[in-house]
C-alpha cells in the first residue's frame, strides 16, 4: 500500500493550494481518507476527513478554508486549501483508515506547506 502526496510548496498568506493524495495497493474508496499535518514543535493533528459515503469532517482551524474530497476513478483524495495563514505551516500526511477502526492503518510521507510573505 502506498499513499503519496504532492501539491506542497511555499505561498504567500491568503493564497490558495491543492495538496493531493494518490492511493495505490488499497481503494481510497473504501476507506476513510483523512489529511493531517504537523508544524515544528507540535504534535501532529487531524486536518480533515471523508468518510466512504462522502461525509466530511474538518478541524475549527481549517472549517471555511479547507476542502477535502475524493476522485474515486482516480483513487486519489484532494484537499484544497484556501485563504492560506502563516499558522498553516506545516508537513501534511494523508492517511487510510479502515471502517471500524479508530487509527490510521497506512500513511503518506507528507509534504511541505509554508505559508510566508
Known amino acids: 500500500v502506498q499513499l503519496v502526496e504532492s501539491g506542497g510548496g511555499l505561498v504567500q498568506p491568503g493564497g490558495s493550494l491543492r495538496l493531493s493524495c494518490a492511493a495505490s495497493?488499497?481503494?481510497?474508496?473504501?476507506?476513510?481518507m483523512t489529511w493531517h499535518r504537523q508544524a515544528p514543535g507540535k504534535e501532529r493533528e487531524s486536518v480533515a476527513s471523508?468518510?466512504?459515503?462522502?461525509?466530511?469532517n474538518y478541524a475549527d482551524s481549517v472549517k471555511g478554508r479547507f476542502t477535502i474530497s475524493r476522485d474515486n476513478a482516480k483513487n486519489t483524495v484532494y484537499l484544497q486549501m484556501n485563504s492560506l495563514k502563516e499558522e498553516d505551516t506545516a508537513v501534511y500526511y494523508c492517511?487510510?483508515?479502515?471502517?471500524?477502526?479508530?487509527?490510521?492503518?497506512?500513511w503518506g510521507q507528507g509534504t511541505q506547506v509554508t505559508v510566508s510573505s
Open positions: 492517511a487510510s483508515r479502515p471502517m471500524g477502526s479508530s487509527a490510521p492503518r497506512y
Open positions: 471523508i468518510g466512504i459515503a462522502g461525509k466530511t
Open positions: 495497493g488499497l481503494r481510497s474508496s473504501s476507506n476513510i
